[in-house]
C-alpha cells in the first residue's frame, strides 16, 4: 500500500474509530456503568507543553493541584471494583484510558497495570496517550506484551526547534520517531495486536508541517490524525487556544453551543490520589465527586453528588459550577452525545 493510500485510509479508520465510540445513549440513561473512563497513573510530565495545564506549574499552584503518582494497592482496587460493576451490568466499560493530567510512562509500574486491568477483561479496549519521549526499546517490548490495546502517541511538532517551543524542555523529534518506529516494528514482528495511533495538535502548523506529520508517522503508525487546540474547563483562567481560530473539537467536530454536558452521565476521570473527576479535562480538580481512598466506584458512579452534578447541569446551571461554566470542551463533544433536547425526560430519570 503506497503512502497517500495509507493516510488515506488511516483517516478513514480514525474517523470511524470516533463515529463508534460515542453513539446516541439518551434513551439508555441512567447507564450501570460508564461507558468510558480514564485512570491517571501520574499527573507529573517530562513535558511543559505550553497549550497543556500541567506544563504550567503556577497555573497548577494557583488552584492548589497535588502532584504524585498512583499507588498500585490503590489501582488494584479500582480495577476490581471496575470489573465488579461489569459482571453485574453483564457488559464491559467501552474504554480504560490509563491516562488524564500525566506522562503514564513516569510510573515504573504502568506495565504491570496495564497487564492487572488486562487480566480483569472489564474493558473492550485498554489503552494510552504518551509523549513518546520514554518510549525506549526495553518499554516497548514491555508494553506490547502487557497486552495494551491502543496507544496515542502526542507528537508535539515536526522539527528540533518547534519541539522545544511547545514543550518549552525538549528537542528531540528523531528520537520520537525512532521511539515509534521501533515499538511499530517490533510489534509487527510479534504480530501483536497493538493498535499505534499517532497525533499532532494544530498549533498554526504549515501546510509543509502538516504534510510533514503524515509522512513521518504513516508509515509507522495504524492510524493518525491532526487535532484541533482545546480550551479545557476553567477555559477562561489562560489562552490554552494559543491565539489560535478554532472552529472545531479536537475530533474535528464543529463546535457547537450546549446547555448539558454530557460527560457527568458517561464517563469518570480518576486521578492519582483516588479523588474522582467528572471528566478527564478538569485540570484543576473542580468536579471531584469522590474518593475512592473511602468510597467504591459503583458508590460514586450511583451516589448523590454526580446525580446532583447532573441535575446542575440538566437544570441549565452549570455556570453554578466554576470548572464547568467556561468550558470549551463541551463545544466540541460528538452531535450524538447532545442531551439538550431532552432535559424534561432526564430530569424525571433523576428523580426530579
Known sequence: MDLVSKISRSSKIAKELIRQKIKPFHKELPLPIPLTMHLDPTNLCNFKCT?????????????????????????CKIIDELAEMVNSA???????????????????????????????????????????????????IQIIESGLDKIRISVEHVDDQSYKKITQNYSD??????????????????????????????????????????????????????????????SETKDFLLG?????????TPLIPRKVCSEPFSK?????????????????YGTIIG?????????????EKLREFRITHLKGEREKIEACKNCQYILGLPKESILDNHVEKLLKTYGV
Not at 244 to 252: P, Q
Not at 291 to 303: A, V, Y
Open 268 to 284: 469518570l476521570a480518576i486521578n492519582f490520589d483516588g479523588k474522582v473527576s467528572v471528566c478527564c479535562v478538569d485540570w484543576s
Open 90 to 140: 453483564n457488559h464491559k466499560l467501552k474504554v480504560l484510558h490509563l491516562y488524564k493530567d500525566g506522562e503514564p510512562l513516569i510510573h515504573k509500574q504502568f506495565c504491570q497495570m496495564v497487564s492487572y486491568a488486562k487480566s480483569k477483561n472489564a474493558a473492550e479496549t485498554v489503552g494510552t496517550t504518551t509523549n513518546a519521549a520514554l518510549l525506549t526499546k526495553e518499554k516497548s
Open 244 to 252: 489560535v481560530d478554532v472552529s472545531e473539537g479536537m475530533n474535528g
Open 51 to 75: 497549550f497543556c495545564p500541567t506544563g504550567d506549574s503556577e497555573l497548577l499552584k494557583s488552584v492548589g493541584r497535588p502532584k504524585g503518582q498512583m499507588e498500585f494497592e490503590l489501582f
Open 173 to 234: 523529534y528523531n528520537t520520537i520517531k525512532s521511539n515509534v518506529k521501533f515499538l511499530f516494528n517490533e510489534k509487527t514482528k510479534r504480530k501483536s495486536s497493538l493498535h499505534i495511533f499517532a497525533k499532532i495538535v494544530d498549533t498554526n502548523l504549515t501546510e509543509a508541517e502538516k504534510q510533514k506529520f503524515k509522512n513521518d508517522f504513516a508509515p509507522i503508525s495504524d492510524t493518525l490524525r491532526i487535532d484541533s487546540l482545546m480550551g479545557w474547563s476553567n
Open 291 to 303: 474518593d475512592l481512598t473511602k468510597e467504591t466506584l459503583s458508590e460514586i458512579w450511583n451516589g
